[in-house]
């Protein structure tokens, strides 16, 4: 007869498993879990005499599980994500109640134009809360999954993992950054005139790593950009192009007011798309969770605040 696998077994080590499963290192799982390395070896040989497998073995990077935790990985996996849901949905979330740590990854176009704005939004209404608002990496999407970034935010990127979730923020509509006294004049501008200008890239991982959104832009034209400077750091192009005569496409929602010595000059081709969708990520498990639903609440309000104001702006000059 099969051995039945649910009978006498301590449930509580199904998510020892679960974590040690995605983190593929002892340690790491140790710190997730707040108890000691040599508890958790405990756990995990339970966990193997139960099974009668190895689930897994050590490898120069950590664990590797075997075919059979992979399998209980995937068995287990909605279970404990639907039970954790249904527990938390217990309690009225209220973000005054939040502690710890949360880590939020944006998308440095984005980042650099609401973060100020964000983080007194978030500290007012959950201020026991140490917030980290860090530029997205090549790493997100596995860290939200592992439960190290709660929500990421950026631009709409190939997303074919059915560990992740995303939702529609708003629409951007980039413009072009340039110094003030920069030989391109007036308002609007067009891309045959921005073609006689290098230009500067911000280069945000998983988005325009391999093509610029100026590359992507001047291919309608059968036009080939000069990139002259490509940086993962905002500050280091708008300094840039504050002394220099490269072109910036940024996002809509760059306030230029509080940078006198720049411009933005809207693109008047009417056949270029310069509109680009704001998306929320977030790990699958967390589709209905309280933190996640307010978060993106919180987003939303500012964007739609930040777009108002660049408006408003832009219809006053």
């Avoid at 592992?146 to 993992?161: A, E, F, M, P, Q």
């Avoid at 977030?282 to 660049?310: A, E, P, V």
Wanted: hydrophobic fraction near 40%; include cysteine; charged fraction near 25%.
């Amino acid at each position: 007869m099969a051995k039945q696998f649910y009978n006498n077994l301590d449930l509580n080590l199904l998510r020892t498993f679960q974590i040690i499963f995605q983190e593929k290192n002892l340690q790491k799982a140790s710190l997730r879990l707040h108890v000691s390395a040599p508890a958790l070896s405990k756990s995990l040989n339970r966990l193997r005499d139960h099974f009668n497998d190895p689930l897994f073995v050590k490898v120069p990077k950590g664990l590797s599980p075997t075919p059979f935790a992979k399998d209980l990985s995937e068995s287990i996996s909605p279970t404990l994500e639907k039970l954790a849901n249904n527990l938390n949905s217990l309690n009225d979330f209220q973000p005054e109640d939040l502690q710890g740590r949360i880590t939020l990854a944006i998308s440095p176009f984005i980042l650099q134009a609401i973060g100020c704005d964000l983080f007194s939004a978030l500290s007012k209404q959950a201020p026991n809360v140490e917030w980290h608002l860090v530029n997205w990496s090549k790493t997100c999407l596995e860290d939200m999954v592992k439960g190290d970034i709660k929500i990421g935010v950026n631009y709409d990127i190939d997303l074919s993992r059915k560990d992740i979730s995303s939702r529609k923020l708003a629409t951007d509509c980039f413009k072009v950054i340039v110094r003030e006294d920069h030989p391109l004049q007036g308002n609007s501008v067009k891309v045959s005139e921005l073609s006689k200008y290098p230009v500067a890239a911000l280069i945000v991982a998983d988005w325009n790593t391999r093509r610029t959104f100026a590359e992507k832009v001047f291919d309608d034209f059968a036009l080939i950009p000069k990139v002259a400077l490509r940086s993962d750091l905002p500050s280091v192009v708008l300094e840039t192009i504050a002394r220099t005569d490269l072109i910036f496409p940024h996002s809509g929602l760059f306030n230029v007011q509080r940078y006198p010595h720049l411009k933005a000059l809207s693109v008047k081709d009417r056949e270029v798309e310069m509109l680009k969708d704001i998306h929320l990520f977030f790990s699958h498990k967390d589709k209905h969770d309280g933190t996640t639903k307010w978060l993106r609440k919180i987003l939303s309000s500012i964007l739609k605040q930040q777009m108002l104001q660049n408006d408003s702006v832009l219809t006053s000059g």
